[in-house]
């Protein structure tokens, strides 16, 4: 189970941190990535994080703004927000991949947590 959290309301240039934790047994992933999704607009890709290695990619949108990390002995992966625009307002998931595959791709993960909403205003 994913539990996503430390969504809100921020001002444009502001900063948030998002927090996923996995529960629920012995927790090893291949990777864990953080999705958003705006009303009217697909799903899209943010960045990801090998859970082993610590490598991350990001979307050009979020590059230099966002940083994904994690901690291994809470089972959490973050997702710190920087110089937020109101373009980032969405509801932001978390994602476990057991598996490979292209990290920007939703079918490349295989659970999905519930969802936290971020506000960015103008």
């Known amino acids: 189970q994913l539990q996503a959290s430390g969504g809100g309301l921020v001002q444009a240039g502001g900063s948030l941190r998002l927090s996923c934790a996995a529960s629920g047994g012995t927790f090893s992933p291949y990777r864990m990535g953080w999705f958003r999704q705006a009303p009217g607009k697909a799903r899209e890709f943010v960045g990801t994080i090998r859970w082993n290695t610590d490598f991350t990619s990001y979307a050009d949108s979020v590059k230099g703004r966002f940083t994904i990390s994690r901690d291994i002995t809470k089972n959490t992966v973050y997702l710190q927000m920087n110089s937020l625009k109101p373009e980032d307002t969405a509801v932001y998931y978390c994602?476990?991949?057991?598996?490979?595959?292209?990290?920007?791709?939703?079918?490349?993960?295989?659970?999905w947590g519930q969802g936290t909403q971020v506000t960015v205003s103008s």
């Open positions: 994602a476990v991949g057991r598996y490979g595959g292209i990290v920007s791709m939703s079918t490349s993960y295989d659970f």
